[in-house]
Nanobody, 115 residues
Framework: QVQLVESGGGLVQPGGSLTLSCAASGRFFSIADMGWYRQAPGKQRELVAIITSGGSTNYADAAKGRFTISRDNAKNTVSLQMNSLKPEDTAVYYC?????????WGQGTQVTVSS
């Protein structure tokens, strides 16, 4: 069983920055593709960014140029650096790990962008 624990959410003003972290248990992390998703109230969960086990990254259009995903395989962590935050970035952010048919989710962390 893989456990994913997110941290780093909170309230930030528009234009501000926030870094989310996800700590994963087990050996699965090093071979898994890791991702960050988000779900705003009344909306479907959507992909924000992913990073493969080999380090390749892909971003949703809304995240390009503002967010950076990274991973530390030695520490079993994946991070999401978010800059120039906008009110529309407000959502619950979820960490995701997947490999083949195995998919795991964290419990989510709230990010609120408001003045």
């Amino acid at each position: 069983q893989v456990q994913l624990v997110e941290s780093g959410g909170g309230l930030v003003q528009p234009g501000g920055s926030l870094t989310l972290s996800c700590a994963a248990s087990g050996r699965f992390f090093s071979i898994a593709d890791m991702g960050w998703y988000r779900q705003a109230p009344g909306k479907q969960r959507e992909l924000v960014a992913i990073i493969t086990s080999g380090g390749s990254t892909n971003y949703a259009d809304a995240a390009k140029g503002r967010f950076t995903i990274s991973r530390d395989n030695a520490k079993n962590t994946v991070s999401l650096q978010m800059n120039s935050l906008k009110p529309e970035d407000t959502a619950v952010y979820y960490c995701n790990a997947r490999k083949f048919s195995l998919v795991y989710w964290g419990q989510g962390t709230q990010v609120t962008v408001s003045s």
